[in-house]
């Protein structure tokens, strides 16, 4: 038996997400219905990061367990020429058997993209959240100073989620203003449920004016998802790659 | 009565082009369709540039003429209110009755998108053309400076297309890479059927290693739609913007 991991790039869209559930088709029934095809055993897929609808993915990463002869570096080629158009590998190989995606160490990065200007633009409607009012990106850069490091991030857990702690270590929060796009980058070992959607939220409200951005550290410190701005759509969330640290390759 | 203006911008992937014809919706339809409901009136919508099933836009102009007292600016704001998600007005404004959208002079711009690496990105499949095959930019480069200026550009004509003169003046035709992601921007005055995806076709055929960048010179010579390369598919391509002289905005 051999372990792979597969580097999954997706079009959120048409998903219910990441994770097998009863209500609608997802990623990972796709992959292992299509893996158990190829390799001619049942296969189970266990994903880095458990997308919700609508969320995008360039490299999310993903291992299975199986027992076939075929090389791991081949499967990408063989496994692309079964999946749906809205579901590409990027790269499998081989990794050793005790490999977790979700306990290895690691850090993720996600992009929010917003598009800011007066009319929508067709073609970006499925990969960008669109706002016609101004935002002030200067103001949410002096905001995202506030969340970077390690916080407890209670008032950005969306609710619902059962978790030990709710302290995070946001690495990297970056925001670029290309023409009318706006891109919210956030890396980090690890993310609450809806965390990165909510921080753009959040982001937003200040960009419009709506509070200023040193009421980012009190929406930190009430610890109260009441505080914290709206879950920013699913649409502009794209999980742009997850970097393990056994494993010296960024995606 | 007076003549409107709009700047209309599209996903192409659900319609069968712009132009109305009876195997399928196209964007003038539904235009048409919108507009006549939105000013209580039938109206007929012409556009400046006759795009082809599966072609987008950024910036199709097109004109209209009404007896509604709707100011000219407002109604891109009322037809977006009513229009699909993956047709969205720009900018609405009023023209002299005697302004028509194709035979004003003007300069078109067109896009054409390549993604060259290993696999498809699922989100972008329906704006870009992919092919795994190394494109050498250099090569496509040199190869578009021969067709920069006035050409008969027969052999870059699609079949089909009745026309009095196949001479066509490319004013400006730039090749941009942007990590894997390869852009062909053409500009002109006018283009024959096809011709932005046939020199599109044949400049990827150069970057391949097809043929060397100086028999696009022979091609030109040959005025033979054979000789050129395969019309490149039209996901790939998106109308810019059309720039009439008689009006300095730039979309």
Same mark, same amino acid.
């Given at each position: 038996?051999k372990?792979?991991?597969?580097?999954?790039?997706?079009?959120?869209?048409?998903?219910?997400?990441?994770?097998?559930?009863?209500?609608?088709?997802?990623i990972?029934?796709?992959?292992?219905?299509?893996?158990?095809?190829l390799?001619?055993?049942?296969?189970?897929?266990?994903?880095?990061?458990?997308?919700?609808?609508?969320?995008?993915?360039?490299?999310?990463?993903?291992?299975?367990d199986?027992?076939?002869?075929m090389?791991?570096?081949?499967?990408?080629?063989?496994?692309n020429?079964?999946?749906?158009?809205?579901?590409?590998?990027?790269?499998?190989?081989?990794?050793?058997?005790?490999?977790?995606?979700?306990?290895?160490?690691?850090e993720?990065?996600?992009?929010?993209? *917003?598009?800011?200007?007066?009319?929508?633009?067709?073609?970006?409607?499925?990969?960008?959240?669109?706002?016609?009012?101004?935002?002030?990106?200067?103001?949410?850069?002096?905001?995202?100073?506030?969340?970077?490091?390690?916080?407890?991030?209670?008032?950005?857990?969306?609710?619902?989620?059962?978790?030990?702690?709710?302290?995070?270590?946001?690495?990297?929060?970056?925001?670029?203003?290309n023409?009318?796009?706006?891109? *919210?980058?956030?890396?980090?070992?690890?993310?609450?449920?809806?965390?990165?959607?909510?921080?753009?939220?959040?982001?937003?409200?200040?960009?419009?004016?709506?509070?200023?951005?040193?009421?980012?550290?009190?929406?930190?410190?009430?610890?109260?998802?009441?505080?914290?701005?709206?879950?920013?759509?699913?649409?502009?969330?794209?999980?742009?790659?997850?970097?393990?640290?056994s494993?010296?390759?960024?995606?």
């Amino acid at each position: 038996m051999k372990r792979v991991m597969i580097v999954v790039a997706y079009d959120g869209t048409n998903y219910c997400g990441w994770q097998v559930q009863p209500n609608g088709i997802t990623i990972q029934e796709v992959l292992e219905r299509h893996l158990s095809e190829l390799l001619k055993e049942p296969v189970s897929v266990l994903g880095a990061s458990r997308t919700d609808a609508g969320v995008h993915a360039l490299g999310n990463a993903a291992v299975f367990d199986t027992n076939s002869r075929m090389p791991g570096e081949k499967i990408s080629y063989a496994l692309n020429q079964r999946l749906p158009e809205d579901i590409r590998i990027q790269e499998s190989k081989e990794v050793p058997l005790d490999f977790h995606p979700r306990y290895q160490k690691s850090e993720k990065t996600y992009e929010y993209r *917003i598009l800011n200007r007066r009319f929508p633009i067709p073609t970006e409607r499925f990969y960008s959240y669109f706002t016609y009012v101004p935002l002030d990106v200067e103001k949410m850069r002096e905001a995202a100073e506030h969340l970077i490091g390690e916080h407890d991030f209670k008032s950005f857990c969306g609710t619902g989620a059962q978790v030990k702690t709710t302290v995070r270590n946001v690495t990297g929060l970056t925001i670029q203003k290309n023409g009318d796009e706006i891109i *919210i980058r956030v890396t980090g070992m690890g993310f609450l449920y809806n965390m990165v959607r909510i921080i753009a939220g959040t982001l937003m409200e200040v960009g419009c004016g709506k509070y200023p951005p040193v009421y980012v550290k009190e929406i930190l410190e009430a610890r109260d998802r009441k505080t914290a701005g709206n879950t920013a759509p699913a649409r502009g969330l794209t999980l742009v790659g997850v970097r393990y640290f056994s494993d010296e390759t960024r995606y």
